[in-house]
């Protein structure tokens, strides 16, 4: 019997220790299954925080010049020493073992800085809270290799076609005492994601003046209008405008033509019609590329161009859809046969510009100024004293009527009457121009790369990334 009792005790402590060791495991299978789910929620969370941190630079880019970004350094704390390398370092606004490891709400001294240039963050990243998760993200902007359409050298401050990277690190804090590394007591999740970003620059014009149809209706009336093809780019309006030489500038027509026939005259007949139109006393108003008067036919230099997007205001679906878009961001937006007047319009100024839509005719009798891009959808008829900064979009009607006195265009105004068909196509028309009074039209590159800026840059990719599955792209 005592034997027998023995092997049950010695059974009975067998199975007690193999269930001991069940718990046991259960509990360590629990526990690292926890572990594993807190990490996948808190990853998940990180890459909300770089999302919502993308869509926020992403409207932050609007209206902001490309190159000042890409130019201008900021030097971003370093805290771990002698970091882990990471295939595409120069694309990360901040090194990952920092965002890894660091706690920047209570950040330890930094043991260097670390010089970004095309950094949309402040040097310690950007704060996001919502009700569903909190975080931080750093952001940085960088060009792709682009300068060989244009016959340039290699340079990463210097966009030419309006793509760029936007790489964003999203961070969701750790838990204080989750472990310790690096001086820390926090361990972050982090997601990264890169996005490849287009701004569209179809209406990156190289006139002050440009007209598309076969042939025009043009009427110039007087001998106190000014069309200066020369790029003013750089100087102020006062300059401008108050007197200036234009030896040395950049050349450009006075009115650019254009026509998309290959082989049967292109803008042929528009050159014709305009330069038709000028009495002998009027051909030295309008200046630029090409003799006086500067009227040419500029189509093939729009096929001809690297802007791949140049050729996009020959298409007349595009136009309309362009057109049609805008009613969603527009920050003016004006029914068909909308007047204007008194002495304070303001459709904008050069440091807050804007998009206007007209929606059909508008007209201008009052006074004022505008900056940014106007989308006419009809006859646009200026009759007073108006100053325009940026982009002229006359897409519909496609008629300029400009009357009166003191009128001053800085940038760059484009003419076609396009409509749009019961299927949805679209038919080009013939275009009218009726200049009379002291209007004056001036050249000026960068303010229509302002213009066009304000227009929602297209998201061509968006993915996350890892050290292990970089983007195979190439870049600056």
């Not at 969370?45 to 770089?50: F, T």
């Not at 019609?273 to 630029?288: E, K, P, Y």
């Not at 019961?422 to 009074?437: E, H, K, V, Y």
Request: proline share 5%; with cysteine; charged share 20%.
């Amino acid at each position: 019997m005592r034997n027998q009792r023995g092997i049950a005790l010695v059974v009975a402590l067998i199975l007690a220790v193999l269930m001991s060791l069940l718990a046991l495991s259960l509990t360590l299978s629990s526990m690292k299954e926890a572990a594993t789910s807190n990490e996948f929620e808190n990853h998940e969370k990180a890459l909300l925080v770089a999302d919502a941190g993308f869509n926020e630079v992403k409207q932050m880019l609007r209206g902001r010049n490309l190159d000042q970004i890409l130019r201008t350094s900021s030097s971003v704390p370093r805290y771990v020493a002698n970091p882990s390398s990471w295939p595409t370092a120069v694309r990360m606004p901040v090194l990952p073992i920092d965002a890894r490891n660091i706690d920047f709400d209570s950040p330890p001294s930094s043991t260097s800085g670390r010089n970004v240039t095309g950094l949309m963050t402040p040097p310690l990243g950007r704060l996001i809270t919502t009700s569903a998760y909190s975080g931080r993200y750093f952001a940085k902007l960088t060009d792709n290799e682009d300068e060989g359409p244009w016959g340039l050298p290699d340079d990463p401050r210097t966009d030419h076609d309006g793509f760029v990277y936007l790489r964003v690190v999203g961070i969701q804090r750790g838990h204080f005492g989750e472990v310790n590394t690096h001086g820390t007591q926090v361990k972050n999740s982090v997601a990264v994601v890169e996005v490849q970003l287009k701004r569209d620059m179809t209406f990156a014009l190289e006139s002050p003046l440009s007209v598309y149809g076969q042939n025009v209706t043009s009427n110039f009336s007087g001998n106190s209008f000014d069309l200066d093809g020369y790029d003013h780019s750089g100087m102020t309006y006062n300059q401008v405008v108050g007197g200036h030489s234009d030896q040395d500038l950049p050349a450009f027509p006075g009115i650019s033509c254009l026509y998309d026939a290959a082989g049967q005259g292109d803008a042929a007949g528009g050159v014709a019609a305009v330069t038709g139109s000028l009495s002998d006393q009027q051909q030295n108003n309008i200046v630029g590329e090409g003799g006086t008067p500067s009227v040419r036919d500029a189509t093939q230099d729009v096929r001809d161009s690297p802007n791949t997007d140049a050729i996009n205001i020959f298409d007349g679906n595009f136009l309309v859809n362009f057109a049609n878009s805008m009613a969603a961001v527009a920050d003016y937006k004006y029914p068909a046969g909308a007047s204007l007047s008194g002495d304070e319009i303001e459709l904008g100024t050069s440091e807050n510009p804007k998009i206007t839509l007209a929606l059909g005719d508008l007209q201008l009798n009052g006074s004022g100024e505008g900056a940014g891009i106007m989308i006419v959808r009809g006859t646009l008829d200026i009759g007073g004293s108006f100053t325009y900064d940026g982009v002229i979009l006359v897409l519909g009607e496609g008629e300029l009527r400009l009357h009166g006195a003191n009128k001053s265009f800085l940038g760059g105004i484009y003419v076609v009457n396009v409509t749009e068909n019961a299927d949805g196509s679209a038919t080009f028309g013939r275009p009218a121009l009726d200049i009379q009074g002291n209007s004056r039209f001036y050249m000026k590159s960068d303010s229509i790369a302002m213009g066009y800026s304000l227009l929602p840059m297209r998201v061509l990719s968006w993915r996350e990334v890892t050290p292990e599955i970089e983007p195979l792209l190439t870049s600056n």
